[in-house]
């Protein structure tokens, strides 16, 4: 895959210096039991620079009001702010055009629109839809309720001990009653990397779309959706940098136009009466209400933050924390590191023989190191791997060599600790 970063595209960005971007996020202030934050919780939600926080303040100060309806100054200022944080999403993931970029409150929001909009309408008994054991709950359950509706079969890709998509399953899985693939980008538990160009081109050789969960993909990797020629793109601004509450379906134009919308009511509309109602244009309307408006504004001003300093540079940031990480825990007696695909982001997954890892992740925050302990909404995968859940520690932009010194020392302390 051959993606560009908004950087590149933009000749104009001038990129910041990632060692300083600490300093940014207001959070990493707090203190926690006394002890300085280790904020190593970022698969589940980043934490907001002042940019972010600026923004949406910003917006509620000088121009909160309702967007596209208004004739006055201030819903036309709403309006551009809005409309303005569409088009840099459009760029940031490099879609054709600002009304396939589609504002939903998230990740969840735009598989399910998806699947009740797109998929239902068409399936009827005895299709089948592709899943991969890697997927979080939110890339399951959607597809669950619409076989369960359609009297169709939900398939399964599975994966090898390392957390490793099978390539082969998957193409022996593809034939004529194959509907749709929904597969994640990047696996939220394992930090797996899937390999979605080859996923897509074996779905397209059989006219089947593809749906990619970049809940988790978007703040590590550079996302050219046209480049990868997926179908639909979904991720949420709240693993971005940005505010929760707001998310983005990306979608071919054609497949958009042939969704049936799920709510009713507000902007989606051009006219209706008692008889019928004619819908509106893409992209509106498929945003039915008064939407988070704030939330899209804040959201731009992530795409920037992040923009300025560059995808790749985080990315390959965090990988060297990651592999400082997985360097320090090889060899702790009994901890087990679940997840070792050879195409990984910057997420450590691990357990300790004996040891629960709620326990690992209470006693790491009396220091004031923040992790995910769990299934981590990921339960089928789980016991495919044996486990009933892992400790995990994933890394952002802001995250620090003394973060992953500070979590390997507690992992030895809490060793110590149980087991004494």
Same mark, same amino acid.
């Given at each position: 895959?051959? =993606? #560009?970063?908004?950087?590149?595209?933009?000749?104009?960005?001038?990129? #910041?210096?990632? *060692?300083?971007?600490?300093?940014?996020?207001?959070?990493?202030?707090?203190?926690?039991?006394?002890?300085?934050?280790?904020?190593?919780?970022?698969?589940?939600?980043?934490?907001?620079?002042? *940019?972010?926080?600026?923004?949406?303040?910003?917006?509620?100060?000088?121009?909160?009001?309702?967007?596209?309806?208004?004739?006055?100054?201030?819903?036309?200022?709403?309006?551009?702010?809005?409309?303005?944080?569409?088009?840099?999403?459009? =760029?940031?993931?490099?879609?054709?055009?600002?009304?396939?970029?589609?504002?939903?409150?998230?990740?969840?929001?735009?598989?399910?629109?998806?699947?009740?909009?797109?998929?239902?309408?068409?399936?009827?008994?005895?299709?089948?839809?592709?899943?991969?054991?890697?997927?979080?709950?939110?890339?399951?359950?959607?597809?669950?309720?619409?076989?369960?509706?359609?009297?169709?079969?939900?398939?399964?890709?599975?994966?090898?001990?390392?957390?490793?998509?099978?390539?082969?399953?998957?193409?022996?899985?593809?034939?004529?009653?194959?509907? %749709?693939?929904?597969?994640?980008?990047?696996?939220?538990? %394992?930090?797996?990397?899937?390999?979605?160009? #080859?996923?897509?081109?074996? *779905?397209?050789?059989?006219?089947?779309?593809?749906?990619?969960?970049?809940?988790?993909?978007? =703040?590590?990797?550079?996302?050219?959706?046209?480049?990868?020629?997926?179908?639909?793109?979904?991720?949420?601004?709240?693993?971005?940098?940005?505010?929760?509450?707001?998310?983005?379906?990306?979608?071919?134009?054609?497949?958009?136009?042939?969704?049936?919308?799920?709510?009713?009511?507000?902007?989606?509309?051009?006219?209706?009466?008692?008889?019928?109602?004619?819908?509106?244009?893409?992209?509106?309307?498929?945003?039915?209400?008064?939407?988070?408006?704030?939330?899209?504004?804040?959201?731009?001003?992530?795409?920037?933050?992040?923009?300025?300093?560059?995808?790749?540079?985080?990315?390959?940031?965090?990988?060297?924390?990651?592999?400082?990480?997985?360097?320090?825990?090889?060899?702790?007696?009994?901890?087990?590191?679940?997840?070792?695909?050879?195409?990984?982001?910057?997420?450590? =997954?691990?357990?300790?023989?004996?040891?629960?890892?709620?326990?690992?992740?209470?006693?790491?925050?009396?220091?004031?190191?923040?992790?995910?302990?769990?299934?981590?909404?990921?339960?089928?995968?789980?016991?495919?791997?044996?486990?009933?859940?892992?400790?995990?520690?994933?890394?952002?932009?802001?995250?620090?060599?003394?973060?992953?010194?500070?979590?390997?020392?507690?992992?030895?302390?809490?060793?110590?600790?149980?087991?004494?």
């Amino acid at each position: 895959m051959t =993606s #560009r970063t908004e950087a590149s595209r933009n000749p104009n960005v001038v990129q #910041r210096d990632l *060692a300083q971007a600490r300093a940014d996020f207001p959070i990493l202030r707090t203190r926690v039991h006394g002890k300085p934050l280790a904020y190593l919780d970022n698969a589940a939600t980043t934490q907001k620079p002042e *940019a972010v926080i600026d923004a949406e303040a910003d917006f509620y100060r000088n121009a909160n009001a309702n967007v596209h309806r208004g004739v006055h100054a201030l819903s036309q200022r709403a309006t551009d702010a809005y409309e303005g944080a569409r088009h840099k999403v459009r =760029s940031f993931i490099n879609a054709g055009a600002d009304a396939e970029i589609i504002f939903v409150r998230g990740t969840t929001d735009a598989i399910n629109l998806v699947a009740q909009g797109f998929s239902l309408p068409r399936l009827v008994a005895g299709d089948e839809i592709i899943v991969s054991a890697l997927e979080h709950h939110s890339n399951i359950v959607p597809w669950q309720m619409a076989c369960r509706r359609a009297g169709a079969v939900l398939r399964v890709v599975p994966i090898d001990d390392a957390g490793e998509f099978d390539l082969d399953a998957y193409a022996a899985l593809l034939n004529g009653r194959t509907r %749709l693939v929904a597969v994640t980008h990047l696996s939220n538990a %394992l930090g797996t990397i899937n390999p979605v160009r #080859r996923i897509i081109d074996l *779905a397209h050789a059989h006219g089947v779309p593809v749906l990619l969960d970049g809940a988790q993909a978007v =703040s590590h990797l550079p996302v050219d959706v046209r480049a990868l020629d997926c179908d639909f793109y979904a991720f949420s601004a709240h693993k971005l940098y940005g505010p929760t509450g707001i998310g983005v379906l990306y979608g071919k134009t054609a497949h958009l136009q042939a969704m049936t919308p799920c709510q009713g009511g507000g902007d989606m509309i051009r006219s209706v009466s008692f008889e019928t109602t004619e819908y509106n244009e893409l992209p509106y309307r498929l945003e039915a209400g008064t939407p988070h408006i704030a939330g899209v504004v804040g959201l731009g001003a992530a795409l920037d933050y992040v923009t300025s300093i560059g995808i790749e540079r985080i990315g390959a940031h965090e990988r060297e924390l990651l592999h400082s990480a997985t360097r320090q825990v090889t060899g702790i007696p009994g901890l087990r590191i679940v997840g070792t695909a050879a195409e990984k982001a910057g997420i450590l =997954s691990f357990t300790l023989a004996g040891i629960h890892p709620h326990d690992i992740g209470t006693m790491l925050d009396d220091s004031g190191i923040a992790i995910r302990a769990g299934h981590h909404c990921a339960m089928p995968l789980m016991q495919r791997l044996g486990v009933d859940g892992t400790a995990r520690a994933s890394f952002a932009l802001y995250n620090t060599h003394d973060d992953v010194d500070r979590l390997v020392a507690g992992i030895r302390r809490v060793c110590a600790t149980l087991r004494s």
